[in-house]
């Protein structure tokens, strides 16, 4: 059950967004403003146009989404109703505060405030490529699927050159992330503003 569940998780998360997209449904969500160029008067400036804010918050709402769903899916897998959990560290694990943990995962600066401010900064000052900010065409699929290759080749070799190339810049920014002798999913997410 947990197998099929977790096939289940990146297409609930990605379920609003597409619905959104599906047949131009986000023209009855959204106002006409936020995403059609000839009705953004307000959008406009000295050079140009900036993106509507209809994209952006379609991806903030993934995010919101993806959070929920990976959330849930945790919760489920540590209450055991997918099944017998399977202790890996058979002795010297901590117990395990659930609540405290999401309510210490939920609150980290790196998270939700960090990235908000990438997104929307990126997003509204145009800072992409102006295909990025298009909603003509629909979904490729094939770019799609490149662009998390790359985004995590991308975090792999961030990651590694982390670990070896200055071990001063390894104790300033990384070495929090591996404080924990015991990991679990949340601490995957907490190491420091700086690692971020």
Partial sequence: MAS???????????????????????KQVFPASWYDLAARDFWHNSEGVYPSPCGLTLG????????????TFFCSYKSGTMGKLLNIQKEGAPTYDLKASMIHHLSQPEGFVMLGAYLIGTWMF???PSSYYSFSGGINWLHVAMQLLIVDGLQYVMHRLEH?????????SHKPHH?????????????SPADT
């Fill in 4 to 26: 099929a569940l977790a096939y289940l998780l990146w297409p609930a998360i990605i379920s609003l967004p597409l619905a959104l997209t599906y047949n131009d449904f986000y």
């Fill in 126 to 128: 145009g800072l992409m």
């Fill in 164 to 172: 070896d190339l200055d071990k001063r810049i390894y104790r300033a």
């Fill in 179 to 191: 404080r924990y002798t015991n990991p679990k999913l949340f601490d995957a997410f907490d190491g």
């Fill in 60 to 71: 903030i709402i993934a995010v919101i989404i993806g959070q929920i769903c990976v959330l």
